[in-house]
């Protein structure tokens, strides 16, 4: 049986670090919408269509993987919140 040991300044850590991650994708997503709109521009009727569509879908896809992530966050940050407050419990500070 595997045994990790972790401290809430660590979690607070790689929270800092999936945070920095998430908004790089943001930011790649949106320069993928800018340079979606340049390539539409390219094609005209189905062919244009087909490509938006294909493209919103995985836009959509991309939405709710960081909206996951924010919630992965938030619940690691909580994490971090109630392993302090233990701390504290147990040295007596609280």
């Known amino acids: 049986m595997s045994f ?3 401290n809430s300044v660590q979690l ?3 929270k800092d670090e999936l945070t920095a991650l998430s ?5 790649e997503k949106e320069n993928l919408c800018a340079m979606e709109l340049g390539l539409r521009q390219m094609w005209e009727g189905e062919a244009n269509e087909n490509f938006h569509a294909g493209f919103m879908k995985n836009a959509g896809r991309m939405d709710t993987f960081i909206q996951v992530i924010s919630q992965y966050l938030s619940v690691i940050e909580r994490i971090a919140d109630r392993y ?3 701390e504290q419990k147990n040295l007596g500070r609280i």
């Open 4 to 6: 990790y040991q972790v």
């Open 12 to 14: 607070r850590s790689k």
């Open 23 to 27: 908004q790089r994708f943001i930011k």
């Open 84 to 86: 302090e407050i233990a």
